[in-house]
């Protein structure tokens, strides 16, 4: 079976371009969260989403960042317009639902800014 | 709220060390205990979990036994290989939180 796929693995954009992240879940998964990672801040959750609905966007640093679930098998991260600040690796991930179930990341990708 | 902290690295061993890297957490309720691992280039992935006071995780030689008095849940392996060699994450989640991750510690196993 095909675990969470994320396109592109790599990204690398100027400074005030649209960048979008797209990710893929596990079929039958009814959650997603996205997380970015960075040497200094760690792994980060930027937003979660449980039956394509956000339930939790506290986590996303800026307007600029947006994401969307238009349906089970699809979601996107939107960063409009980059920042070098924004250079990480991105993941998705997914699981069956909230709370204790067991998450599956993506092999991430990874978003430079220049 | 709820929180973990973990020994920081990075943690260099000799192959066939005995390692053990120490995971504390404050959470509210009876949260359920993990460590995922991340080799390099890769996402997360569980690499076991506990989610019960007293219980005992245990995978590819790892442990880690859930210590409600003592609020931990340290990973141990009584002998590391160089395929060891990766980040570890600690982390927690109660009721329907999402996972609550540390810092990680990064291993580096040398032959």
């Known amino acids: 079976d095909a675990g969470v796929i994320q396109s592109p693995r790599h990204e690398v954009t100027e400074m005030g371009q649209e960048v979008t992240l797209r990710c893929k879940p596990i079929?039958?998964?009814?959650?997603l969260f996205w997380y970015r990672q960075t040497m200094m801040r760690g792994l980060e959750l930027l937003i979660y989403?449980?039956?394509?609905?956000?339930?939790?966007d506290s986590g996303m640093p800026e307007d600029r960042f947006s994401a969307k679930m238009p349906n089970a098998s699809f979601s996107t991260l939107k960063i409009q317009p980059s920042e070098p600040r924004d250079s990480a690796v991105y993941f998705c991930?997914?699981?069956?639902?909230?709370?204790?179930?067991?998450?599956?990341f993506g092999p991430g990708t990874r978003l430079t800014v220049t | 709220g709820n929180s973990v902290t973990q020994m920081e690295g990075p943690v260099t061993l000799s192959e066939e060390a005995f390692l053990t890297i120490n995971c504390t957490y404050t959470?509210?309720?009876?949260?359920?205990l993990f460590w995922y691992v991340q080799y390099p280039g890769e996402g997360l992935q569980l690499l076991l979990k506990a989610t019960k006071a007293d219980d005992k995780g245990s995978n590819k030689g790892f442990e880690a036994t859930y210590r409600k008095e003592t609020t931990s849940f340290h990973l141990e392996k009584g002998s590391v290989q160089v395929s060891d060699s990766a980040v570890y994450f600690c982390?927690?989640?109660?009721?329907?939180?999402?996972?609550?991750f540390g810092k990680g510690t990064r291993l580096s196993v040398i032959a």
């Open positions: 991930a997914s699981s069956l639902g909230q709370g204790a179930y067991e998450q599956y």
């Open positions: 982390a927690l989640t109660s009721g329907n939180t999402p996972l609550v």
């Open positions: 079929s039958g998964h009814n959650s």
């Open positions: 989403f449980n039956n394509n609905v956000p339930i939790d």
């Open positions: 959470a509210t309720g009876y949260p359920s």
